[in-house]
């Protein structure tokens, strides 16, 4: 029988995965959301309903293979060694095949991997609406004052949700991504959709729109509010020194932990 993965106290694999995860695809498809609403180009780079993703079941071999690497990282951050890991493509798509609840169930068959060029290549079929947070995040024309830039956050959102509700993200995203000294770094560089292809200026000139630093909003509102219910993401990621995408592999080192 195939090993499963065993969850682990502190930052695992898991946590820095899941993570990893939604930081692209809530911030690689909220700025296309709101980029294709304000292009006036909804129809055209977004669908009504999702495809369906060709992606292959692993075998029990594929599947030990990255479970075991899996439960080494794992067995790495919670004894504070120091070690590194590489994991490829291949063996984050089998993770997420075999055990979607590891991640998120509803990316089973919604989501595939594939590492070049050192960067974080994904094939998705992503639903775009509900993805903008509850609140208006940092960074976000905080010169209006408290109360109202919050009222114009709302009125934002609510006009971006209802043109992307019943729209989903059908296509290939690929991004620059590394997670260093718990502070994560995303910025998408090319898009495949329907078709049309978005290049790294257009990603620039719509995340600088709706969220001015774009990384200060992915870290400070997207992963410390949304993600990690107002953690410090330093202190919940204190065991991994980096995490990056190297030639064609996922590259996680664990920190030694001071005895």
């Given at each position: 029988m195939p090993s499963e993965p065993r969850a682990r106290r502190g930052c695992c694999f898991k946590g820095c995965l899941t993570l990893l995860i939604?930081?692209?695809?809530?911030?690689?498809?909220?700025?296309?959301?709101?980029?294709?609403?304000?292009?006036?180009?909804?129809?055209?780079?977004t669908s009504v309903k999702p495809i369906a993703l060709k992606v292959e079941q692993p075998t029990d071999a594929q599947f030990?293979?990255?479970?075991?690497?899996?439960?080494?990282?794992?067995?790495?951050?919670?004894?504070?060694?120091?070690?590194?890991?590489?994991?490829?493509?291949?063996?984050?798509?089998?993770?997420?095949?075999?055990?979607p609840g590891y991640f998120f169930p509803s990316l089973k068959n919604k989501i595939r991997f594939d590492f070049n060029d050192s960067l974080l290549g994904t094939e998705l079929c992503l639903p775009l609406g509900g993805l903008m947070p509850p609140t208006?995040?940092?960074?976000?024309?905080?010169?209006?004052?408290?109360?109202?830039?919050?009222?114009?956050?709302?009125?934002?959102?609510?006009?971006?949700?209802?043109?992307?509700?019943?729209?989903?993200?059908?296509?290939?995203?690929?991004t620059f991504f590394e997670l260093a000294n718990g502070e994560f770094t995303l910025s998408p560089r090319s898009a495949d959709v329907n078709g049309r292809s978005i290049n790294e200026d257009e990603f620039?000139?719509?995340?600088?729109?709706g969220f001015g630093d774009w990384n200060r909003f992915v870290n400070e509102s997207l992963v410390k509010q949304v993600m990690l219910g107002g953690k410090d993401p330093r202190d919940?990621?204190?065991?991994?020194?980096?995490?990056?995408?190297?030639g064609d592999r996922l590259m996680i080192t664990t920190k030694k932990r001071v005895r």
């Open positions: 939604i930081g692209l695809l809530l911030g690689g498809a909220l700025g296309y959301g709101i980029w294709s609403v304000t292009k006036g180009a909804l129809s055209e780079y030990d293979a990255a479970a075991f690497k899996f439960n080494d990282l794992s067995n790495a951050l919670t004894l504070g060694e120091e070690k590194t890991f590489e994991f490829t493509a291949g063996d984050l798509n089998a993770l997420v095949a075999r055990h208006a995040p940092p960074g976000w024309i905080e010169w209006l004052g408290t109360g109202p830039r919050e009222w114009l956050y709302q009125k934002v959102r609510g006009f971006v949700e209802s043109h992307t509700a019943d729209r989903w993200f059908n296509g290939r995203l690929r620039k000139k719509a995340t600088s729109t919940v990621f204190s065991g991994v020194t980096f995490a990056r995408i190297s």
